[in-house]
């Protein structure tokens, strides 16, 4: 791809020196990745000069850095230079005329899931009229937030409308050069979403990207940042469980999350990129960096996730446990089947005196799946009475997926408790025979072992959130026994 | 790109090359050895197995490689009672050079110990068991022991032949020469059915400021029965690097105590390979860490074949500055079913300066299998503390009671009892206040 790359550059500084803004009709930036890139992507969306500053920052850090190759996953390494990293959100029109259009398994999984039509139809993307109903509802729930004084709205709406909140908390938790794909992300991230709780306001309501107006077609760099003032609540929702549609592989986001005094901030995911097919074609590459910072004292972030799709998962959410008293969550459920790869965990740093942090993690594989827990809980030296518990547990399903551990405990501090556990088991035929001889077929029999398994966890997702997940497991699973 | 860090090494080769056991074809293979350690220097923090471990130290300094060991017989008789009574057969190496002057005669049927260079002088294919571990794939620090070296011992074990007379080999270092470095390697060899205890025993005069850095190669035959213990009690000042790789054939049993006092950087790879289905092996550690001291453990532990098992329990004590590194891992392989892999770390850090670093691993690429592992970090329980004060203890002589009884349970899996008397000295030796409570028991 060097020649296109070349001629790309070629063409872009071309531009630049008329005057830059040649192309303005284009809707997609020719594949390749420079600084004339970066301008591009930001006088399309008409940013102060600061955000162009920091992009290009990150960009030249990025340059100097390599892709992490720790991660124990397998992938032809990616050809940065033929990704395009500009699209201007695509209208509806594009999107296939109804139901009819649509892949027919991807109708099957909806059903499966008993999505209601009127949702399968926003999920596929479909250009119906229909459709935007819910920017109706979408629009009630906006009031009921701006009453609260809840800022939600899109990333490119906070930098025109609340540059003063970005410009003050973006990158103070993930800084641009924390990692190969943060450092990407904050080159070119294109949109996402921004989220600001006020002094004492407990958010009326959970907080869905699905119900932004204009979550679709976020593109692959997404950005979000979640700022919860002094003594505010909010449960943040984010994917949701039916099989998304999207045409990127890569998809490299950054999330941050920061936590005032007494602040509460409860993040909740249910991953379900497609996973490529039986024999790992295709898939998307979900390297995402998540970090929570609990700045103020008695603040509390949670993390919940719950990831089923992708080829590979990358993915560790985080939580700087910086002021005094604060808490840590981490309640993971990570599933791969076929040749999915997952190398996913957290991170812990204990900062602050009392910092108090918890890990729940279950991994399920299946298939020729290889599941990896990834993770680090490190008590600085001035973090007195730091206390931890990691419970991390794999069920294997099959006798050619891998299950992996990996936990990194670093303590400075003597009066720190920290506890990590670790189980493996499988779902025996034992089991399984129980069940049906109890009249309960092959498939409701596993689906019973394996929530039973992810129980802990599920019961930390929003409750419509932990139904909707029991069910995807279920059909994630399929195929994985008999 | 700078070059790696190889400190003198390369020099000191040419230097000794000729004093070193073996023909041409043996040397050959040193060097090769040594191309391999020049390409990649001593391991930088970089590297995942040695991010907790800097060798800085060790590729700053000016090594002087041993090849004779010249030492007055009172002086080796002192490191000798220093490092504790022996009345079992053993083998004795000053400055990694045998001495059968201090080792006394070892025999017993269908027993053959040799000196590393006399095994290599009579017997041309020797070489291929010790040098074949350093030239394919493996660390940088086994590589640099193939090339130099000078000495060590070859024990082959014939089949059925069971000795349960602990065999010690006993290493002192001396501080004759600043930056001694020494490379021992002990080859053994367990037949079918065999049974062997040894005592690997590393000593340092208290000045000696020396680098060993040694490779132990176990292989245990077919329902063999190997119990290795290895006692790193150096001077503070010195540098250890040592290795353990067993490989283990059908039904054959391991046990190995490691327990880490001494040397201001310490460092203990032990990787076990269940070659054999049914073939089980158990991992014992302690490791205490006090002043500047680093002490580092690794071990792997691959499970091969079906219904293998391993045990692993390690505890480490860190006080002062001290730094301890613990990475357990245990690889279940495709096809090794019925699995059992236990693994447990526990550490207890009594000083605000002290820090532990620890990474049980696991990667399982087989279902049937049963593997756990955990790992803690705390500190001596306050209300255990107040019951000892309530009855009248010192607060000094509660601590020492409680970090004692903390070891103890190592120390309490340990089978030869002269060695755990003498340990239990050593341990309490280092707790300020023990002397109290041991009076009262």
């Known amino acids: ?482 | 790109m700078s070059t790696a860090p190889t400190a003198n090494f390369l020099p000191e080769f040419e230097r000794v090359a000729a004093h070193l056991p073996g023909d041409a074809r043996v040397t050959e293979r040193r060097r090769a050895a040594l191309a391999r350690f020049a390409t990649s220097g001593f391991p930088s923090q970089r590297d995942e197995a040695w991010r907790y471990t800097s060798t800085a130290g060790l590729a700053r300094r000016q090594h002087s490689v041993a090849i004779d060991a010249q030492i007055s017989l009172e002086r080796a008789r002192a490191a000798l009672a220093a490092a504790g009574a022996w009345n079992g057969p053993q083998c004795v190496f000053v400055d990694g050079i045998h001495r059968a002057d201090l080792s006394g005669a070892v025999a017993a049927a269908g027993l053959r110990i040799r000196p590393l260079a006399a095994a290599v002088a009579e017997d041309g294919r020797i070489d291929e068991r010790f040098a074949g571990w350093g030239a394919g794939e493996c660390s940088p620090m086994i590589a640099l022991n193939a090339a130099f070296a000078a000495d060590g011992v070859v024990i082959d074990i014939a089949d059925g032949a069971k000795h349960t007379d602990p065999l010690r080999l006993l290493f002192v270092m001396t501080a004759d020469v600043r930056g001694r470095a020494v490379f021992p390697r002990v080859i053994v060899s367990v037949g079918q059915g065999s049974g062997l205890i040894m005592v690997e025993q590393y000593v340092g005069e208290s000045a000696a400021d020396g680098f060993t850095n040694t490779v132990t190669q176990i292989h245990a035959g077919e329902g063999a029965q190997v119990t290795h213990y290895r006692l790193q009690d150096e001077s503070p000042k010195a540098y250890h690097v040592g290795n353990l790789i067993v490989s283990q054939e059908r039904g054959s049993e391991v046990v190995s105590h490691s327990l880490s006092f001494g040397a201001l950087m310490a460092r203990q790879d032990i990787h076990v390979m269940l070659r054999g289905p049914e073939s089980s092996v158990t991992l014992n550690g302690l490791y205490m860490a006090e002043g500047r001291q680093h002490v580092d453990h690794h071990t792997r532990i691959d499970h091969f074949e079906p219904g293998t098992r391993s045990e692993e329990y390690y505890k480490g004590i860190l006080g002062g500055h001290g730094r301890g590194v613990f990475n357990g891992k245990v690889v279940v392989h495709p096809h090794a079913i019925k699995t059992d892999a236990q693994q447990s770390n526990r550490n207890l850090l009594l000083s605000k300066d002290a820090e532990i670093d620890t990474k049980p691993e696991l990667e399982i690429y087989a279902d049937d299998v049963k593997c756990a592992h955990g790992a803690t970090v705390g500190q001596l329980d306050e209300d255990a503390l107040f019951y000892l004060r309530s009855r009248g203890l010192e607060e000094s002589a509660a601590r020492a009671l409680l970090t004692y009884a903390f070891a103890g349970d190592v120390l309490g899996r340990l089978g030869i009892p002269r060695l755990r008397e003498d340990l239990a000295a050593r341990i309490a030796g280092r707790l300020p206040g023990a002397a109290e409570f041991l009076e009262a028991v």
């Open chain 1, 1 to 482: 791809m060097a020649t296109s790359a070349n001629d790309v550059e070629a063409l872009i500084s071309k531009g630049y020196e008329a005057g830059f803004i040649t192309d303005v009709e284009s809707d997609t930036a020719p594949p390749g990745l420079n600084e004339d890139v970066i301008r591009l992507i930001s006088s399309k969306k008409n940013e102060p000069e600061w955000l162009l500053e920091w992009r290009l920052g990150a960009f030249r850090h990025w340059l100097k850095m390599e892709p992490p190759r720790w991660a124990h996953v397998r992938y032809e390494p990616i050809d940065y230079q033929a990704i395009s990293y500009y699209s201007a959100p695509k209208s509806r029109k594009d999107g296939p005329k109804s139901l009819d259009e649509v892949d027919p398994k991807l109708l099957e999984t909806y059903e499966k899931l008993g999505i209601p039509l009127r949702e399968r139809e926003i999920l596929a993307g479909v250009a119906v009229d229909a459709v935007f109903d819910s920017v109706s509802v979408a629009t009630t729930f906006r009031e009921k937030l701006a009453e609260a004084g809840v800022i939600f709205c899109s990333f490119s709406e906070a930098v025109q409308n609340h540059p003063e909140l970005v410009r003050q908390h973006l990158g103070s938790v993930v800084p641009t050069a924390d990692n190969f794909y943060a450092a990407l992300n904050s080159a070119v991230f294109s949109d996402g979403s921004f989220c600001h709780i006020p002094k004492g306001v407990r958010c009326p309501m959970e907080l869905s990207t699905y119900f932004r107006i204009n979550a679709a077609k976020t593109g692959q760099f997404e950005r979000t940042l979640i700022v919860a003032e002094e003594g505010s609540y909010v449960s943040y929702l984010e994917g949701c469980t039916a099989p998304m549609r999207d045409e990127n592989q890569l998809h490299a986001a950054v999330v941050e999350l920061v936590a005032m005094k007494d602040a509460r901030i409860k993040y909740s995911t249910v991953q379900n990129w497609y996973p490529g097919d039986e024999e790992g074609r295709g898939g998307i590459y979900n390297f995402v960096t998540k970090r929570g910072e609990c700045r103020g004292e008695n603040s509390q972030i949670s993390w919940t996730q719950v990831e089923t799709g992708s080829a590979i998962t990358w993915k560790y959410p985080s939580c700087v446990l910086t002021g005094d008293n604060s808490t840590g969550e981490f309640y993971s459920v990570a599933l791969t089947n076929n040749c999915q790869q997952a190398d996913t965990g957290t991170k812990m740093i204990h900062i602050g005196k009392n910092t108090r942090s918890t890990i729940i993690s279950k991994g399920i594989s299946a298939g020729r799946g290889q599941n990896a827990y990834r993770g680090l809980v490190k008590v600085a030296k001035g973090a007195d009475n730091a206390r931890n518990y990691t419970q991390c547990d794999s069920l294997l399903i099959g006798a050619k997926c891998g299950a992996h551990t990996f936990p990194y405990i670093e303590v400075k501090n003597p009066t720190a408790r920290v506890e990590h556990e670790a189980t493996t088991s499988k779902v025996s035929e034992d089991q399984l025979f129980y069940c049906r001889s109890r009249g309960i077929s092959q498939e409701d029999a596993l689906n019973m072992i394996v929530n039973g398994f992810c129980r802990e966890v599920f019961k930390e997702l929003p409750m419509e959130f932990a139904v909707e997940a029991q069910k995807l497991l279920g059909v994630s699973l399929e195929g994985a026994v008999g």
